[in-house]
T-cell receptor, first 113, second 112 residues
Framework: AQSVTQPDIHITVSEGASLELRCNYSYGATPYLFWYVQSPGQGLQLLLKYFSGDTLVQGIKGFEAEFKRSQSSFNLRKPSVHWSDAAEYFCVRSNFGNEKLTFGTGTRLTIIP | DTAVSQTPKYLVTQMGNDKSIKCEQNLGHDTMYWYKQDSKKFLKIMFSYNNKELIINETVPNRFSPKSPDKAHLNLHINSLELGDSAVYFC???????????FGEGSRLTVL
């Protein structure tokens, strides 16, 4: 069964510092990969997605992610975090033709002044 | 205009009661979903409907019954509520199956 692993349950970063959230997916058919963000008390919002093509994808709010097939990874990055980035981040995958999306367990991001 | 809206946002009820959560999307999407998020933030799909037809039915107790009167609505009815049903339930929609999901703000259910 396909799976998504987010190894870091909780990350704390200083405001203005760079950020990288890790995501690994299980080997399988060409995955579609997504990063979603959930702010406290809110639903989930799509940050970015990868289907094919350029392996470095740009998203909203200054986020980017890089698909690395050799490492089965899709890590999320931001060069300089803002206090408003504090939220829960979910890495998600699906396979072409598969209706089910598989969610990672999430990484909670805390920003300190 | 809210793209995916769910009501109620909060629901507190006693064990054994029956309750419903409603979901509506105005995006014109064909596929709608119900997800359950537990206290550890883990999200698990419960149901998926495509154009009013049930596509995915995960191992959910049959106390949970989704109903889709039209492709813009997907309601969730829960019978004989149990303590373990306490969670946040998210409705979502997508244009294509396994594509980008648009989520509602969630309905927090607390069973006492």
């Amino acid at each position: 069964a396909q799976s998504v692993t987010q190894p870091d349950i909780h990350i704390t970063v200083s405001e203005g510092a760079s950020l990288e959230l890790r995501c690994n997916y299980s080997y399988g058919a060409t995955p579609y990969l997504f990063w979603y963000v959930q702010s406290p008390g809110q639903g989930l919002q799509l940050l970015l997605k990868y289907f094919s093509g350029d392996t470095l994808v740009q998203g909203i709010k200054g986020f980017e992610a890089e698909f690395k097939r050799s490492q089965s990874s899709f890590n999320l990055r931001k060069p300089s975090v803002h206090w408003s980035d504090a939220a829960e981040y979910f890495c998600v995958r699906s396979n072409f033709g598969n209706e089910k999306l598989t969610f990672g367990t999430g990484t909670r991001l805390t920003i300190i002044p | 205009d809210t793209a995916v809206s769910q009501t109620p946002k909060y629901l507190v009820t006693q064990m054994g009661n029956d309750k419903s959560i409603k979901c509506e999307q105005n995006l014109g999407h064909d596929t709608m979903y119900w997800y359950k998020q537990d206290s550890k933030k883990f999200l698990k799909i419960m149901f998926s409907y495509n154009n009013k037809e049930l596509i995915i039915n995960e191992t959910v107790p049959n106390r949970f019954s989704p109903k889709s009167p039209d492709k813009a609505h997907l309601n969730l009815h829960i019978n004989s509520l149990e303590l373990g049903d306490s969670a946040v339930y998210f409705c979502a929609s997508s244009q294509v199956e396994a594509g980008e999901l648009f989520f509602g703000e969630g309905s927090r259910l607390t069973v006492l």
